[in-house]
């Protein structure tokens, strides 16, 4: 059998990803899930442009990786601030994404 090929799509996060804009990103990051085959998918969220996250930002995060959890899919954040690192950290939700240093 010739293994699958990875699917990657990736999703810009907004410059604050907080209580005004968490539903819109949640909404258009489960489209982006569902959109891929489960098992063998990952979503790459890139935060580059993103200035604040909080706790309702944070909270859209952990809904968005519980659903591609539910889909046997992976969700990398990409160029995560030092603020954003830790606080995953300080919640213990590090360990729930992958983690890509800022793109050169």
Known sequence: MVPQAQTVRQLHAPSSLGLDTRASFRQAAVSVLEEMPEGESRLVIDLSATQHVDSAGLGALMLVQRRAGERRQRVTLR??????????????????????????
């Open 79 to 104: 160029s995560a601030s030092e603020e954003l690192r830790f606080l995953l950290m300080l919640t213990k939700l590090e360990d729930l994404f992958e983690l890509e240093p800022k793109q050169a």
